[in-house]
């Protein structure tokens, strides 16, 4: 069993950074490919961004594609989203999510683990 605990989420306005933080119980986290995800009221949950287990591979949504950067500390067991030149379309919680195995998947039904959420609200 994988806990996934979320961090970082808060109030910004347009044009601004946050950096959101995913810490993770299970060792060895380094055996888990990871995902960024988020949800708006009324919409069904998007795919934000993946890393591969060893970080060296990553892949983006369209809609935040040269403004987000996924990372991982595998020693430490954390992931990372900085989100840039945030927009107010990217109001929702975001999630992040676990799935055993190096393969990047962009489907939410191929997670295995999910955190509770950290909302995130961008002010135009």
């Known amino acids: 069993q994988v806990q996934l605990v979320e961090s970082g989420g808060g109030l910004v306005q347009a044009g601004g950074s946050l950096r959101l933080s995913c810490a993770a119980s299970?060792?060895?986290?380094?055996?888990?490919?990871m995902g960024w995800f988020r949800q708006a009221p009324g919409k069904e949950r998007e795919f934000v961004a993946a890393i591969s287990w060893s970080g060296s591979s990553t892949y983006y949504g369209d809609s935040v594609k040269g403004r987000f950067t996924i990372s991982r500390g595998n020693a430490k067991n954390t992931l990372t989203l900085q989100m840039n030149n945030l927009k107010p379309e990217d109001t929702a919680v975001y999630y992040c999510a676990a799935k055993y195995g190096s393969r990047l998947a962009y489907g939410a039904n191929e997670y295995d683990y999910w955190g509770q959420g950290t909302q995130v609200t961008v002010s135009s």
């Open positions: 299970a060792p060895p986290f380094s055996v888990y490919a």
